[in-house]
């Protein structure tokens, strides 16, 4: 079972560059979210979707972007990278928004030099 | 502001038990939540309290006091791969959930 499926794995990115986070997920759940977690902190929301179509602001927004077409994917998407930027990133689902009890991918680690 | 308060880190031996504890302030409260994340992994759903009291799952109890702002999660007959860290989570007014910063477990043999 896949469950949620994250890519890629780990990246290295210049400075100003773009670059997509993938996340898919299959199991039909409605909401789905982008964490953030560097050492010493806890997970901190980027961004969320409670359902295909809409998508909502965290805590730490800026300086990325989101979309949900269907269900099943949401990818993040920071449009000039910076190195503050540099940290694991997860995926998670729920099957509805007013859950604490998420799902989450492997994590992207992702690198800015 | 949202706050929740954990140890940074505790030790504990293999087949003993250790106590986690988890305090919390946060702009109201549908739930505390309890996730396991090993080094290198993705966190993953432990156990889940909305009212006070006790909810045991195997090895692993959790405890929450609403009135105290307060957790705990208990973990009997500690396993090397109990080696972990463990996330306290609270869902507040707008169901948005406020982690904690995690405590990192070390089992010693």
């Known amino acids: 079972t896949a469950g949620i499926t994250q890519a890629p794995t780990s990246q290295i990115l210049a400075a100003g560059r773009s670059m997509t986070l993938r996340c898919t997920q299959d199991?039909?759940?409605?909401?789905m979210y982008w964490y953030r977690q560097d050492l010493g902190l806890g997970l901190r929301l980027i961004h969320y979707?409670?359902?295909?179509?809409?998508?909502g602001k965290g805590e730490v927004p800026d300086g990325y972007s989101v979309s949900r077409a269907n269900t099943d994917d949401f990818p993040l998407t920071l449009a000039s990278a910076v190195p503050s930027q540099t940290s694991v990133y997860f995926c998670?689902?729920?099957?509805?928004?007013?859950?604490?009890?998420?799902?989450f991918g492997e994590g992207s680690r992702l690198t800015v030099l | 502001g949202q706050n929740i308060d954990q140890p940074t880190e505790m030790t504990a031996t293999e087949g003993a038990i250790v106590q986690i504890n988890c305090t919390y302030q946060?702009?109201?409260?549908?739930?505390l939540f309890w996730y396991q994340q090993h080094a290198g992994e993705a966190p993953t759903f432990l156990s889940y309290?909305?009212l006070d009291g006790l909810e045991e799952k195997g090895r692993f109890s959790s405890f929450l006091s609403r009135s105290k702002g307060y957790s705990y999660l208990l973990l009997k007959e500690l396993q090397m791969k109990d080696s972990a860290s463990y996330l306290c989570?609270?869902?507040?007014?707008?169901?948005?959930?406020?982690w904690g910063a995690g405590t990192k477990l070390i089992i010693k043999p």
């Open positions: 998670a689902s729920s099957p509805g928004a007013a859950t604490g009890e998420l799902f």
């Open positions: 199991m039909r759940h409605n909401a």
């Open positions: 979707s409670n359902t295909a179509g809409t998508t």
């Open positions: 946060t702009s109201g409260f549908n739930g």
């Open positions: 309290n909305v």
């Open positions: 989570a609270v869902l507040d007014s707008n169901y948005q959930l406020i």
